[in-house]
C-alpha cells in the first residue's frame, strides 16, 4: 500500500516569512525617528552653531524623516520582492541622513537618538541585503532600460564625486578650505560618507548593470530609491527656505540633483514593474538575525 502525499500550492507560492527581528527594528527605527524630528521641530535651538538656512533644511528634512517613517511603518508586514526592496532603499536613506546628523552637527540632547538610528537602519539595510538570492533574480527583458540605468548610475557617481574633487583638491594643494565644512572644521560629512561608502556603491551597482548581473537589477531600484528620497528631503528643504524668507543659495550641485531626482522618480517605477523574481525565494529564508 502506498502513501501519497500532497502539497498545497498556495503554500508553494507563499513568500518567505518576515523575520521577527525585521518588524522588531521598524518598530525601533519609526519611534527614533519621531524623536529626532519631534526634537528638531520643537526644541528652541537643536541645531546650534550651523547658518540659519542649514537649520531650515534640517527641519524640512526632519518632516520628509516622518514621511519615510510612515512608509516603513506601512511596509512592515508586507511580504513581496517590491516591498522589500522599497524598504530598503528607504532604510539607505535614514542611515545616510542621520549619519551626517550624527558626524555633522554639533552634538545635541538627541544625539544618543541619532545613534540608535544609524547603528538599527544600517544593521537592518546590511541584512535585508545580504537575504537577496542572486539566483532568484532574473535579468529583465528591457536591455535598453538596464544600460540606460547602467550609465546613469556610472556618470552620477563621477559627476559628483567630481564636484567634491573641485572643493577638495584645491585644498591640498595649498588653496582656502572648502566650504562649507563640518562643526569645528572637520570635514564635511557629505565628503566623506559620498567619496569613501555612497558613490562607489552606486559606481558598482551601474557596472553590474552594463555587465548584465542578474542581482544588480534589484540593487539598482534599491539604490533609486535612496536618491529619490534623499533629494527630495534636500530640495523640500529649498522650498521652505525659499517661501520663508525668499533666498536660498544653492551649490554646484543643485542642477544635477534635481536633474537626478526627476529621472530617479521615473525610473524607480519602471524598475519596480519590470522586475519579476521568484516570489518564494527571493531571499534567503534565514540569517542569524532572523
Known sequence: MTTRTTTNPLA?????PLAPWSVASTLFIAAGIVAASWYGLIAAHPYRGIPHETVVAARAQDVCS???????????RKTSAQAHLVRLGLLAYIAYSYSIYLIGLPMNRIFL????LVSLSTAAFLHGLLRLRA???????SRRLEGGTGWMLVIVAVLFAGLWLTSLLPFAFGGEAPSPAGPGGVAYPVFVLDLVIVLPCI?????????GRPVAGPLAAVALIKIVTLFAALWAGVLVGFLEDGHVTLGADAGPSLVLLLVSLALVGRW????SPERVSYVRPTLWLS
Not at 113 to 116: F, I
Not at 272 to 275: D, I, N, T, V
Open 12 to 16: 508553494q507560492d507563499a513568500p518567505p
Open 66 to 76: 516622518v514621511v519615510v517613517a510612515v512608509l516603513l511603518l506601512n511596509l512592515a
Open 113 to 116: 537618538v541619532y545613534v540608535v
Open 135 to 141: 539566483a532568484a533574480w532574473p535579468r529583465i527583458a
Open 203 to 211: 559606481a558598482a551597482v551601474g557596472v553590474m548593470l552594463l555587465q
Open 272 to 275: 519596480l514593474r519590470a522586475l
